[in-house]
């Protein structure tokens, strides 16, 4: 059965301490912070399902900068209430800019 | 300050990890733990979580880290005088009260030493006005009597509390080391006199009131004990990149070999209801993908399989992998990871130490083989790829046939599952406290010869995966764990003698000093007697000790 998913983007400014992790640790940064949100998060179908997320162009390591990242969820979620459910979870040096 | 740009993995100093404890050090007491090797490995290490958290739980203390930094870090603070520093606030190492190292292998002295020098600390403890460094983890402390003021015998849990309690009555080191030596678990080398008379290791006291003999402190009731739950989460990959979830501490077996049966004694659990409580605070503090089921050994849970469908019934929807290290071949291994199986897909591990079966009979190794071959099908149909064996050469009585049996059975292990069979084989050391640590050590030459023979009967055509071990390094081990205090001076010149990371498994500086400083290392490895550098630790009062002696 295909499950219906839900895709927001979202702009994430990286600076201050974040310069330093690259894009492989964003990704997990962002899930675990994805998780402790308790969002609706939808999980690819495969053999070993894991948490969909897709990314625009990759900062270098050091460099401060805009990420662009899309999230994918089960359930309808608005631009505001992802915001406000994941930016508490996100370490400083990661904001969310913008989601739409 | 450092540039670190100019660093590899940068991400390793930052110390910006999610629930990551920052505290202004006014009014508190400043301390610094470690685990002596790169920040890959020291956060996997769940010792130094506990101790971490369990300080910073003290409204008073304030509790950072530090690990060893990459080679070219470390060259880069010595060329431009710059310390080593915490990770939390960046605080020079010389500039906290305390020191604390979690030293879980022997192998760490090394690194233990050169993060003291890297942090503008003296190495020995003689030439310490104030500062007081301390550590725990090893059985044996005696090889590093010499640079530690007090060493932590047993589980931190039970003793931080009076730890505190004297760091913030008294201010002087004297006083500090005075009264910690007269509590049950806290040793301070300086306080005693090691001399030989008649072979034996005797100790004389310099501060009357200090504790003889030793005990070591155990935590009575680990059920309620302290569990870091808001679980401190790297932002970048570390070794065992899962949170692990203590079931159980000890082991009810008794195998000969087994040093950390011999240290974690007696066998404990927590309950169900605990670990699913603990579980799910870590999941949701941290959002960790992953779950590990720690214990010695996980089949002996004693409801294992109720454990395992609470935590299913948790976590299926959320994702979340478990994993359980530890299991025993027996019936009900194929039930276990059908349900492991429903979370994620793992491997399967089986020490067997041995292929002979009269051998592991005598190591006192409960596990049959033939429950192995039983569950082959089972195991086939689990959709697993893998299958990692542990195996132990170099015991006391075994022979040729033993070895050359290890072949047959990865033919047969291979013919029956169509798995892809990694194998570790390791060296038998016999340390300090375990069943065996009275038996000899075989020479390296025969240690040579026997790898020579079991690597002649491996099965060539299925590609095999094997670590082999070093016979030298397997001494070197042993030697470093079965030391008394000489030792100290031998660790002290070979940490003097090399600059760079890769000395510690340099058999040749290591014979070099323990030549230049009159030691024979033959004498720690073939002390058939009963007496050793570690035998004032009398832990024969603790409950379960007495079933794991032969006398």
Same mark, same amino acid.
């Given at each position: 059965m295909q499950i219906e998913k839900f895709a927001l983007k979202a702009t994430i400014e990286k600076n201050q301490d974040m310069v330093y992790f690259s894009q492989l640790d964003l990704v997990s940064i962002l899930i675990r912070a994805l998780k402790r949100a308790e969002l609706p998060l939808y999980y690819t179908q495969g053999f070993r399902p894991h948490v969909k997320l897709s990314f625009g162009k990759a900062l270098k390591v050091g460099a401060a900068g805009l990420e662009e990242v899309t999230f994918y969820f089960t359930q309808k979620t608005l631009p505001r209430e992802l915001c406000e459910k994941l930016s508490p979870q996100m370490p400083r040096g990661l904001t969310i800019v913008e989601i739409k | 300050m450092i540039d670190f740009n100019q660093v590899k993995k940068p991400q390793r100093y930052i110390g910006n990890e999610w629930n990551v404890i920052k505290k202004s050090h006014h009014g508190k007491i400043p301390i610094c733990v470690s685990y002596p090797d790169l920040y890959e490995v020291g956060m996997s290490n769940l010792g130094l979580r506990i101790i971490y958290g369990l300080l910073n739980d003290f409204e008073d203390v304030a509790c950072e880290r530090v690990f060893l930094p990459g080679e070219d870090l470390a060259a880069n603070l010595s060329a431009n005088n710059l310390k080593l520093f915490s990770l939390e606030t960046k605080t020079a190492l010389d500039e906290f009260e305390a020191v604390g190292f979690n030293l879980s292998c022997e192998i760490n002295f090394l690194n233990f030493l050169r993060i003291l020098r890297l942090g503008a600390i003296p190495i020995k403890a003689s030439e310490r006005k104030e500062k007081i460094v301390f550590a725990g983890g090893i059985a044996n402390p005696e090889p590093i009597a010499e640079f530690v003021d007090f060493f932590y015998l047993g589980e931190f849990e039970e003793g931080a509390t009076k730890f505190v309690e004297i760091f913030r009555k008294y201010k002087s080191k004297k006083e500090r080391l005075c009264a910690l030596s007269e509590i049950d678990g806290f040793y301070v080398p300086s306080f005693y006199d090691v001399s030989i008379y008649k072979n034996k290791y005797q100790f004389d006291k310099l501060y009357k009131y200090a504790q003889f003999p030793l005990k070591r402190v155990y935590v009575k009731d680990l059920d309620k004990s302290y569990y870091p739950l808001n679980w401190l989460t790297p932002h970048t990959q570390i070794i065992h990149d899962r949170a692990p979830i203590e079931?159980?501490?000890? &082991? /009810?077996?008794? &195998?000969?070999?087994c040093q950390a049966r011999a240290i974690y004694y007696p066998y404990r659990e927590k309950k169900i209801s605990t670990i699913c409580d603990i579980a799910k605070n870590i999941y949701k503090n941290s959002g960790y993908e992953n779950l590990s089921l720690l214990s010695? @050994?996980? @089949?002996? #849970? @004693?409801n294992i399989e109720g454990l395992l469908d609470a935590l299913i019934a948790e976590f299926k929807d959320k994702c979340v992998g478990l994993s359980l290290p530890s299991l025993r071949i027996d019936g009900t291994l194929a039930e276990l990871y059908r349900k492991l199986l429903y979370l994620r897909k793992t491997s399967l591990t089986v020490a067997l130490e041995t292929a002979s079966d009269s051998l592991r009979s005598k190591l006192g190794k409960k596990l049959d083989v033939n429950r192995l071959f039983e569950a082959a099908k089972i195991i086939k149909s689990l959709n697993l790829r893998t299958i990692k064996l542990y195996l132990m050469i170099g015991f006391p009585e075994e022979t040729d046939e033993d070895l050359l049996l290890i072949g047959a059975f990865l033919e047969r292990l291979r013919r029956e599952t169509g798995l892809s069979i990694n194998v570790s084989i390791n060296i038998f050391v016999p340390k300090p406290f375990s069943i065996w640590e009275n038996v000899w050590m075989p020479e390296e030459e025969i240690l040579e010869k026997k790898i020579k023979l079991v690597l002649s009967c491996i /099965?060539?055509? #299925?590609?095999i995966n094997l670590t082999v071990p070093q016979a030298k390094r397997s001494i070197l081990e042993a030697i470093l764990s079965r030391a008394d205090r000489n030792f100290s001076a031998v660790i002290f010149d070979v940490f003097n003698a090399s600059p760079g990371y890769e000395t510690g498994n340099n058999w040749q500086a290591w014979h070099d000093a323990m030549h230049k400083n009159g030691i024979n290392y033959k004498t720690y490895l073939q002390n058939g007697n009963k007496n050793f550098p570690w035998s004032f630790i009398d832990n024969s009062q603790i409950p379960g000790c007495k079933n794991c002696r032969e006398d």
């Open positions: - | 079931i159980a501490r000890g &082991c /009810p077996n008794a &195998c000969v070999f010695l @050994s996980a @089949s002996d #849970y @004693s /099965p060539k055509r #299925y590609n």
